[in-house]
């Protein structure tokens, strides 16, 4: 047995960022991980072929960006323990078979006059002024994004106060489809939002996610679009460089079997080899609420009754990841390279409705894809020349006929019939360029992070309003903490503000260091040492 301040389940990202600042306030904290490397969703790794570096999951990050953490280096990720990212001028762009092309730059002018080109002058300047709402709007949405939540009852009433208030709560209940309907004509411009919307896995006509089609261009112009140098997974290391700077911990091949209660308190976590790890202030795990009874069998029944009705994300995403003998290049030109990159050949909501209308019945779409070459912005992902391909297919997790299960059979043949629609827009992704591929679909995803990823939803669970602020995942939950369960919180992207990479683990920080009496600015105010 040892002891510890507390102790950590899970080395994903949020439950490092939760466990750095834990650390940095002078607890003794030590991570424990299942797999034999840290990261979760967010890690950079040679899957393939040494010196080719794949994100096994999150590979873009762009809500991360208003984080305090980041904003005003809290942990020192930036100044001290090696975090660099990298920002291009042009963010998002939607490429279609025909050659037509959108680009989103972080500079509102420049994009404006994209628009113009495109979708018409009247929608180009209707862009303009629907950045403008979104950025006014912007200070008061991130404030909240980063900490813990509001109950959702007070965050409606205090909402209904205003005039603006009611215009944000009017449009947290709508679709992305709705909002992008009330303010454009352009068929095209609406795809190019709503295509960029729904990589938080949420189709675009499900009610409670028009935030969503509001909020990103305002983030967008404002802080740009990024991805660290050397993957996605170096947040995770400069994570675990910070917590052992701090005087913490970090063990992985270390399988939890529970959270140790004792006395309606939770004092530790047990391995399923049987070691002990004892906390003296508390415990922080990244358990999905679906899970939670596994965990947390000590948890009050309707607690547990009601978090098992979590609703997931409606859909998942078949992942590819490639070798590349040389550097890829698009049809339309490789300046047309973009941070996110939205690949189509329907020209029409409604023909894309139709395809996101299959993943409802189980069928996957091979026309919704998008990705691209990490090399282009970061040639230290490969050796010299050559490329990493990241490719996303959205893709349901119950397989129609099958089932999930049957994912294990078919994976291989989805993703062919993905490269196929990929090669109408790269000139070079032919058989003799691709040195290596592996295919993650959505029962992989769960299989990597059974207490997280559950039915392959790597954005934890749905964004829809009533899993939203105070009730995210549910009422009973979404204050970081488990009712009854003294020293119990809980991080990762089932919790407030929603999936991706947010470095939301903050939030518990907070939480916990509130709970403690301790002086969250104080803390954080304070220069490295």
């Known amino acids: 047995m040892s002891q510890y301040d507390i102790v950590v389940m899970g080395a994903g990202h949020n439950g490092l960022v939760a ?67 990298i920002y291009p001028d ?141 993957g996605s997974g170096q947040l995770s290391h400069a994570l675990v460089r910070a917590i052992e700077h701090f005087g913490g911990e970090v063990r992985c091949n270390a399988e939890v079997r529970r959270v140790i209660v004792s006395g309606g308190k939770a004092t530790g976590l047990e391995l399923v080899d049987g070691e002990t790890f004892m906390a003296r202030d508390g415990v922080i795990g990244a358990i999905h609420p679906h899970v939670l009874r596994k965990f947390v069998s000590e948890t009050p029944e309707p607690v547990l009754q009601r978090a098992e009705r979590v609703t997931q994300s409606t859909f998942s995403i078949n992942l590819t990841h490639m070798t590349l003998k040389e550097r890829l290049k698009l049809k339309v030109g490789n300046e047309c390279n973009a941070m996110m990159t939205e690949l189509m050949d329907f020209y029409s909501v409604r023909d894309m409705q139709l395809e996101y209308d299959k993943l409802r019945r189980g069928e996957v779409s091979h026309r919704l894809i998008a990705g691209g070459d990490n090399t282009i912005f970061d040639p230290t992902r490969a050796p010299e020349g050559a490329g990493v391909f990241y490719g996303v297919n959205f893709a349901p997790y119950n397989l129609h006929p099958g089932g999930p299960q049957s994912w294990d059979a078919c994976k291989e043949e989805v993703a062919d019939k993905a490269l196929a629609q990929y090669r109408k827009f790269f000139v070079n992704l032919t058989d003799d360029n691709i040195t290596g591929r592996l295919i993650r679909s959505p029962i992989d995803h769960e299989r990597d992070s059974p207490a997280s990823f559950v039915r392959g939803d790597i954005h934890g669970c749905a964004p829809f309003f009533y899993q939203s602020a105070g009730h995210r995942p549910t009422p009973d939950l979404g204050s970081l903490r488990v009712p009854e369960i003294e020293g119990l919180y809980l991080v990762g992207p089932f919790m407030h503000p929603g999936g991706g990479v947010f470095g939301a683990g903050r939030a518990t920080a907070i939480q916990m260091m509130d709970d403690m009496g301790i002086d969250y600015d104080k803390v954080c105010g304070r220069a490295v040492q």
């Open 90 to 230: 042009l963010v998002h762009v939607s490429i279609w078979e025909d050659g037509t092309v959108i680009r989103s730059y972080k500079d509102l002018d420049k994009t404006c006059e994209e628009l113009a080109r495109v979708a018409g002058a009247k929608d180009a300047e209707a862009y303009r002024k629907f950045v403008g709402m979104s950025t006014t709007a912007l200070p008061m949405l991130m404030s909240g994004m980063y900490a813990p939540p509001f109950p959702l009852g007070a965050f409606v009433a205090m909402m209904d106060q205003s005039d603006e208030g009611r215009f944000l709560l009017d449009l947290m209940q709508r679709s992305a489809l709705d909002i992008v309907d009330q303010y454009f004509e352009s068929d095209m411009l609406k795809l190019h939002i709503v295509r960029m919307v729904t990589e938080n896995l949420q189709m675009p006509d499900e009610l409670g996610t028009g935030m969503g089609a509001f909020v990103m261009p305002g983030i967008i112009h404002t802080f740009g679009c990024s991805m660290p140098k050397g």
């Open 19 to 85: 466990a750095a600042y834990m650390a940095k306030a002078g607890k003794k904290v030590l991570v424990l991980e299942r797999k034999p490397h840290y990261g979760g969703g967010v890690s950079t790794r040679e899957l393939l072929h040494p010196g080719f570096w794949h994100d096994e999951h999150s590979n873009v990050h762009i809500m991360i960006q208003g984080n305090p953490m980041l904003r005003e280096d809290e942990l020192g990720l930036l100044s001290r323990f090696g975090l660099e990212y």
